[in-house]
């Protein structure tokens, strides 16, 4: 029992090694489950905005101080869990951690777990402001 008990741990730790290492090769990506905490914040979101994984996971969306209106994809947000299916895009002016002013362009893709929605996951560029 426990030589299968070990194993399982191993195979464990390598699907997480696995999903961390695609997380990390994404921009700037977020996770928020279905009560808007965050779950998971990549390298590309902490360059980004400024705030490191261990000061945003846990913490709600919606009250993070990160130069992006986030009241802004409120809606948005709540749309892809309801629907489920539906993928959206927000494009919004912000503030990026140095101080300046770019356009954020927020591609938003419901998380599904078992046929369930689970979160969303929000993937960011900030392009030159207009």
């Given amino acids: 029992m426990n030589e299968e008990l070990h194993q399982r741990g191993i195979e464990l730790n390598s699907a997480n090694d696995f999903l961390e290492s695609i997380l990390a090769s994404l921009p700037a990506a977020v996770v928020v489950d279905r009560e808007l905490r965050v779950q998971a914040w990549n390298e590309g979101a902490r360059d980004l905005w400024g705030l490191t994984t261990d ?76």
């Avoid at 892809?80 to 895009?89: E, I, Q, T, Y």
């Avoid at 002013?101 to 929000?122: C, K, S, W, Y």
């Fill in 55 to 130: 000061e945003v996971v846990g913490q709600h969306f919606m009250n993070l101080d990160i130069g992006l209106p986030v009241e802004r994809l409120h809606t948005a947000i709540r749309e892809v869990l309801s629907d489920g299916g539906a993928r959206d895009v927000v494009e919004l002016p912000a503030t990026n951690r140095r101080g300046r002013a770019v356009n954020a362009r927020v591609e938003l893709a419901p998380l599904h777990t078992d046929g369930t929605t689970d979160g969303v996951i929000l993937l960011m560029e900030a392009g030159a402001a207009t």
